[in-house]
């Protein structure tokens, strides 16, 4: 038993992969806590799936400490997910999938004073014609949906409505 803050190892149903990720928050509730519930972060997310049954293991840390907590309880973990409704919408088409070695970044190009200015994304989810995302991209900014899959950050762009002629 190590001192710092409490580690608490789970398994999540492969199902629920698709929401999973890196410094999501959780909650963690004991028989011995009662109603009391202990915030904590993910950090690590098992590279395998069981065979067994079907779940990855996750590894998170509490953000605080208790003496009521003991390493070997049985504990329950509510992982807070995020909905489609909680998150930035994109159209789907805009997002552009760009590789830097053995790295996949997902990003889009934002139109920007005459110029493409790409800002990384991580992808939440899809429904429809629509991405949900996080990153560096704030509600209101012109995502760029069509035409864009050969720009560079700082090409220049001129940006036609939808219904307008191209001269």
Do not use: C
């Amino acid at each position: 038993v190590a001192a710092g803050p409490p580690r608490v190892r789970f398994r999540v149903p492969e199902r629920g992969l698709a929401s999973l990720r890196e410094d999501a928050p959780f909650q963690v509730r004991t028989a011995a806590t009662g109603d009391k519930a202990f915030a904590g972060l993910v950090k690590r997310i098992g590279g395998e799936v069981s065979r067994q049954d079907r779940s990855v293991q996750v590894e998170g840390v509490l953000t605080e400490e208790s003496p009521i907590l003991r390493p070997g309880m049985y504990a329950t973990i509510v992982l807070e997910k995020k909905t489609l409704q909680d998150v930035l919408l994109v159209p789907s088409t805009a997002l552009v999938k760009r590789w830097s070695g053995e790295t996949e970044t997902y990003g889009v190009f934002v139109a920007k004073d005459g110029v493409a200015d790409w800002r990384p994304v991580e992808v939440l989810g899809s429904h429809g014609a629509w991405t949900g995302v996080e990153g560096a991209l704030t509600p209101g900014e012109q995502v760029l949906a069509l035409g864009h899959e050969e720009l560079s950050p700082g090409s220049p762009i001129r940006v036609v409505e939808e219904g307008a002629s191209a001269p």
